[in-house]
């Protein structure tokens, strides 16, 4: 059942939409979960990632595993850890790629902008819930 007029529900153009993304839709499509402690304190379930965070991983391979965010590299749809690597045949260690769906955010780096976004969902959160 379509609700908005204005949003197609074409899987075609959903699709087009998802993978022909600009840098900063992308952006806002690679945000991750906050842990329990963070959503209490910001009033926020989820943020957009960014370089310096500190993540756990949550599903796959990989779970359970906690390190800092090294590179966002919104061209491939993942996010690089510094503690989620593999050694290569030559010797030689290349990152992983988690998406950031499957991590949890602990630790968030704040900057004034970054603030300014928990400030804002966080009133959004208030006002719902009355």
């Known amino acids: 059942m379509k609700f908005s007029a ?3 529900s074409s899987r ?3 699709r087009k939409a998802h993978f022909a ?3 900063d839709v992308r952006r806002k499509i690679m945000s991750a979960p906050l842990s329990k402690e963070l959503r209490e304190k910001h009033n926020c379930r989820s943020i957009p990632v960014r370089k310096d965070d500190e993540v756990m991983v949550v599903r ?3 779970k359970g595993r906690e390190g800092k965010i090294v590179q966002v590299y919104r061209k491939k749809w993942v996010i690089h850890i510094d503690r989620v ?3 290569k045949v030559n010797g030689a260690t290349a990152p992983i ?3 950031p769906s499957k991590v949890v955010v602990t630790n968030l780096k ?3 902008s970054r603030v300014a976004i928990l400030d804002r969902k966080g009133k959004k959160a208030d006002a719902m819930k009355q």
């Open 60 to 62: 796959g391979t990989y």
């Open 97 to 99: 790629g988690i998406s």
């Open 21 to 23: 993304a600009t840098s």
């Open 110 to 112: 704040l900057d004034k």
């Open 6 to 8: 204005d949003v197609s």
């Open 85 to 87: 690597s593999r050694e």
């Open 12 to 14: 075609r153009k959903s």
